[in-house]
């Protein structure tokens, strides 16, 4: 599965998400930090790439439709620290794994 880290997420992420077996890459990584919203959902839906944010903005579904993309999850950590993020992140690389995103939020 593709996957593109939006740029509230830590770029230590990737590798990472690699070793899990993911095809992930950020979106620094494509020079789109500071990007507005509509760019980065764009860029997500044309390389087929499943969004993973902090951004609740990516959660309205009349402006970012996800039946449009791969799919789009946002991440909602306890706390905004990175070992939170990773734990949190973690415990949605099952269903990441084994069912589709495709198309939800």
Do not use: H
């Amino acid at each position: 599965m593709k996957l593109k880290l939006d740029e509230n997420l830590d770029a230590r992420l990737v590798p990472l998400l690699a070793a899990e077996g993911f095809d992930a890459d950020s979106v620094r990584d494509e020079g789109l930090s500071g990007s507005q919203d509509e760019a980065v959902y764009d860029v997500c839906k044309s390389s087929e790439r499943v969004l993973i944010t902090l951004d609740l903005d990516f959660s309205n579904p009349l402006r970012f439709p996800p039946a449009e993309t791969r799919g789009i999850v946002v991440v909602r950590p306890p706390r905004a620290l990175l070992p939170v993020i990773q734990a949190t992140l973690w415990s949605a690389l099952a269903q990441l794994k084994t069912g589709s995103v495709d198309g939800k939020l």
